[in-house]
């Protein structure tokens, strides 16, 4: 085998390959034809002894020999990268594109503010900021659509990295006045004959929500059921419906307060999350400094 005459443009192509395991979108992710893909991964092949990929019914997945040399050479194609990207500027250290995901919530209060920071700092940065479910979120991590994230720390996967921001305790939500009739101290028990705003049941945080209602075994009377953190701040604004929610939503908001709500299961932790095995950038290293900084202001 001659390693001399591999094209870094294979790579590049094995790379997206192997994530998306599925060569019509990775040829789209790469602005080729499926043609064209398939016949650099054949003369990629033709340098191995080793196939790259392997039939199991009508998908091509990696082989043993493709997924070891996945795990070798995606942080190396990643340095050369950007080694590339910052010879071309006079910045050495935050360059190129970053991509970041979060849940809706932590976008508002964390990805956006943390983005339009370093925009302001590294004018040779680029930012996409999607704001996704959370298992959107881990999809996209896991094919490489993006390459950070924030969302619950719930979600234990062992294909990630986890860094811990900040712990939030769910709160009720509303004006200072539609508040007055609840007591100082809450927990799940208070809301027991109150009609109440949730979250729909696709969320984590309303999941939640019930099993602490279980745990106490009192049975919660949802009038209303949205899809939005933001559409729940909304209900709260009219004072016609108990709201509770994640407190960081009203975050600076002039009109809202919010009181947190005690309970085992009450809680839930944000988290920096990024797959392992991948190159982490200079502007990933930026993001996640300035995401910290950010969730030390939340938690004051």
Known sequence: MNIHRIDYRLLRSFLVVARIENFVRAAEALNITQSALSQQMKELASHFNSALFERKGRRSVLSEFGRDLLIKLEPLMGQVDEALLQSMHDDKQVVGALRIGATHTYSKAITLPASLRLLQTYP?????????????????????????????????????????????????????????????????????????????????????????????????????????????????????????????????????????????????TAALCWRKGRFVTGAMKAFQETAIEISEDLRK
Do not use: W
């Open 124 to 268: 040779d940065l680029r930012i996409d900021l999607r704001e996704l479910s959370a298992e959107r979120l881990i999809a996209d991590l896991m094919q490489g659509d993006i390459d950070i994230a924030v969302l619950p720390e719930d979600y234990q996967l062992v294909e990630f990295y986890q860094r811990p921001l900040l712990t939030e305790q769910f709160a009720l939500i509303g004006k200072p006045q539609s508040m007055a009739n609840f007591p100082k101290k809450l927990s799940i028990k208070s809301f027991k004959n109150t009609e109440l705003a949730l979250l729909n049941r696709q969320f984590l945080l309303r999941q939640q929500i019930e099993m602490e209602a279980r745990r106490e075994n009192i049975q919660l009377h949802v009038r209303l059921e949205v899809s939005t953190m933001g559409d729940l701040l909304e209900v709260a604004r009219t004072g016609s419906l108990a709201v509770i929610g994640s407190p960081i939503a009203c975050y600076r908001d002039a009109e809202l307060i919010s009181r947190s709500v005690s309970g085992e299961f009450l809680k839930r």
